[in-house]
Structures are given as structure tokens and as C-alpha cells.
């Protein structure tokens, strides 16, 4: 577990080639950091629940509206349909427009931060994203808790995200993860991200994903006949919001097939999400 300003747990299992990664992000960092609050990632003897994007070049239109936004990550997403740009960022001699994805708000200085001790104070003030809830770590249950309201003050009341990995249940354990979500609109979008290598197969309300030996098998429990649309492969490879944002470069070893995307089909203030991810050998 790394406390504030990190937020995160990772379980790791070196015998049986696993690891789970679940971040809550309480400060943001700038720099290099994503607009990643409340993201996890999954590996069973290869990739399995991934971030997407391709790397290569800071600054440009890929790295901008798909690689470092939130929709890329296993994040959440609360969208105002009728707001399409969130303004223009000037860029290597281009003016880049920033897509709406319904992501976390993009922190910045309030203020003019001189060198230390005088940056600590407004950086936590400006920079904070999430607030670690409670945190467990036992032999039979990993679970991190955090308060991510903060990451969406534009479109959300409350955003609670709870993430826990039960080593010893199924085959190689079972990850489940909860999100309470009351936006302050019940016109606004709401979207549960799952990104992977390889096309997923969908069943009902069960995504099924597999890649160099492992399998994912998530079973989306809430809410309730909930719409599941995997977006991938092609064109689609990498979209924000519908919208190709494509790479003129995709060496990147973790550059994705796509997503999954999971919302309600009603219409609410208040939704909860509630996705349990079945870890699993491929031949299972």
C-alpha cells in the first residue's frame, strides 16, 4: 500500500503470475501523470485489464484527447452531452481542441508556486483529486476504499470507488469493483471503462477477456440491465467519445484493441456500478 499523496495498493503473486493494480490518486502530480482517479489494471500471465493509448510523443493530438484522458483508463466517466470541448490547448504550433470524455477535472496553480517550503501548501490545495476512505490488507482480502468526488466537481455530487481482491476465491481470485455515483444532472452520461488487448466476447451481462494465457471473466452485476458496448479494433481502436482519435505510431506493446463501456439504460441521478472480475487460466 502506498499512502497519500499516492493512494494505490498493488497485490502481487510472483508463483502464480498475477498482479492487480488499484489506484485511488489522491494528489495529481502534473507532469506525466494521466487523468487516471480511481483506475485499476489486471495481470494474469499477460495483460489483461489494461490503459490504452500510444505513447510516443508529448504534446500531440493522440496524447492530448486519448492517451492520458480518463475514458483510456479503467476509470469512470460522467458526462454533460451538451458540452463537447472543454477549450483549446496551443501545442507545438497547433491549437489542439480538448474533447469532452466526461473525465476528471485537468488541476492547475491557482497561484504563482515559488520553490519549497512554499509549493507544498497550494500544490495539495489546487492538486487534490481523491481521499483514500479505508484501506485493508489481509491474506484474504486487499480492498482500498477512496472518495473520488473531487475529480468531478463539474458533473457529480459524490463518487465513491471501492476495489477489492480476494486472492484465495476461484482459481486465481476474484476482483470486484463497486462505484456510487450521483451526478448532478440525470440527463449526464454515465460510463464504466474496461480496456484490453484483445476483442472481448459478450454474453448477456458477462464480458469475457483473454490474452497470452490468462482470462478475464466480468460479470456486471449492477446496474441492472446495463448497456455493455465493446468499442475496438481498426478505426476504433482508440475513440473518445465516438470520436477516432488515431496514433501515426502504435509500436507500444500495450496499445489496446479497445473498450468496454458500461451504463445504465435509465435515466437517474444516482447509479451504483458493480463489476466482479473472475481471474482465470486461458484453457479454463
Not at 452531452?81 to 507545438?92: A, C, F
Not at 476465491?169 to 454515465?190: L, Y
Request: with cysteine; proline share 5%; hydrophobic share 30%.
Amino acid at each position: 500500500f502506498f499512502p497519500y499523496p499516492a493512494g494505490v495498493s498493488i497485490y502481487k503473486d510472483t508463483e502464480k503470475n498475477t498482479l492487480v493494480y488499484m489506484k485511488i490518486g489522491e494528489l495529481w502530480c502534473q507532469a506525466h501523470e494521466h487523468y487516471d482517479t480511481g483506475d485499476f489494471q489486471i495481470y494474469h500471465n499477460g495483460i489483461l485489464a489494461s490503459s490504452s493509448g500510444a505513447y510516443y510523443w508529448w504534446g500531440n493530438n493522440h496524447f492530448y484527447n486519448y492517451d492520458t484522458r480518463t475514458s483510456s483508463h479503467n476509470c469512470l466517466t460522467i458526462r454533460d452531452p451538451e458540452v463537447k470541448t472543454l477549450g483549446t490547448i496551443h501545442s507545438w504550433g497547433n491549437d489542439i481542441e480538448i474533447i469532452n470524455d466526461g473525465g476528471t477535472r485537468r488541476p492547475g496553480p491557482t497561484t504563482d508556486y515559488n520553490l519549497e517550503p512554499d509549493l507544498a501548501t497550494p500544490w495539495q490545495r489546487d492538486m487534490r483529486m481523491a481521499k483514500v476512505i479505508s484501506h485493508t490488507e489481509t491474506d484474504e482480502k486487499v480492498e482500498i476504499v477512496g472518495d473520488l468526488s473531487m475529480a468531478y466537481p463539474e458533473t457529480t455530487e459524490k463518487v465513491i470507488r471501492k476495489m477489492a481482491f480476494l486472492p484465495k476465491e476461484g482459481q486465481n481470485g476474484i476482483f470486484t469493483v463497486e462505484d456510487d455515483v450521483t451526478a448532478k444532472s440525470e440527463e449526464f452520461i454515465k460510463a464504466f471503462h474496461i480496456h484490453m488487448m484483445e476483442e472481448p466476447k459478450i454474453e448477456g451481462n458477462v464480458v469475457t477477456i483473454e490474452h497470452k494465457g490468462g482470462k478475464l471473466r466480468c460479470t456486471v452485476l449492477e446496474p441492472k440491465n446495463a448497456s455493455i458496448t465493446a468499442i475496438g479494433g481498426g478505426d476504433n481502436r482508440f475513440t473518445t467519445v465516438g470520436i477516432p482519435v488515431p496514433s501515426e505510431r502504435t509500436e507500444n506493446r500495450e496499445c489496446g484493441w479497445g473498450k468496454v463501456i458500461i451504463s445504465p439504460t435509465d435515466k437517474a441521478k444516482t447509479h451504483k456500478f458493480k463489476v466482479q472480475m473472475e481471474i482465470l487460466d486461458a484453457e479454463i
